[in-house]
């Protein structure tokens, strides 16, 4: 019996599986957590324009008392406030009860203070804590909180991503007899097989969109190739400048990340698009189940090795 032969039929004797089910097995344990805080962040993050607007900043009422200070003076009582910080902005409400905000900087932190522009008392965050922390959770997931370092590196880990679906895949392919078999959940086997099943079914049914996650994680964090070879395909002509099927393809790539497509497909309004936020979202939940599983895995063929 060939290669050829062995893997359709009996494909986990195969040195090449059992190669690549190392590959796949070090390489999701390597990036495990990487993977668990991407994924988390990922589906709360297809919500993020609703979060935006649930936590929108509102309107700082000040007493109307005394002198209104001028922008120096306010500037300066900031920087009292904040020595180590550089006040860069002041924005005046526009109403006089209204309170005045004032932006610092430090490095590359941003910092947004709402000031009395009356008694120069400082009144805490101009932004709701809820807006702040999804800000923040936004640039945890695009930019690893470390800029455009952050953002390479996140590329490097949408590439390995798309190294485990391929392995995976590979891996999963358990014969032409029982293919179908592990496209399901066996829950009345033992508790390891259940596992297995677990993992091997998820597997399955949330490749392409694995897949996908790792591709538009790539050119989100390097899209400088993908427009080279779009104009090397596509030459852009200034004498007709109409929009290139590889440019509509980039345009994908950037909203097929966060599964939001309202105004982009036609017909599909509101509710067409929540429903489509939500299959985003549940399987962008799946990887977390598939890390555990894979986690339990791991720690079972380690414990029977010692």
Known sequence: MDVWQRWVTQPQGVWL?????????????GLGLYILMISVSGVVLIYRNELYRTFAPQPRIVSVVGTRMDAEQLKAAAQRAYPDYAVT??????????????????????????????????????????????????????????????RRANGIGALSLVLMSVTGAIIWWPGIRNWRRSMTIDLKTNWKALNW??????????????????????????????????????????NNPVERVGDSVLYWLGYLHFGRFIRRVPGCGPGCNTTLMAVWAVFGLMLPVMFVTGVVMWWNRLLRKL
């Not at 599986?17 to 344990?29: D, E, F, N």
């Open 17 to 29: 599986r059992r190669a690549l089910l190392q590959v796949h097995l070090w390489t999701g344990i």
């Open 197 to 238: 099943s677990l993992h091997s079914a998820l597997g399955f049914w949330c490749l392409a969109f694995v897949v996908m996650w790792g591709i538009t994680g790539i050119y989100l964090s390097y899209p400088q190739p993908f427009s080279a070879l779009v104009d090397y395909i596509e030459p852009f002509d200034d």
């Open 89 to 150: 902005e002041l924005r005046e409400g526009s109403e006089p009860n209204l309170a005045v905000e004032i932006s610092l900087s430090r490095d590359d932190k941003v910092m947004l203070r709402a000031f009395d522009p009356y008694t120069a008392e400082d009144l805490g965050y101009s932004l709701p804590a809820g807006f702040r922390f999804t800000a923040w959770l936004l640039d945890l997931h695009d930019n690893l909180l470390s800029g455009e370092t952050g």
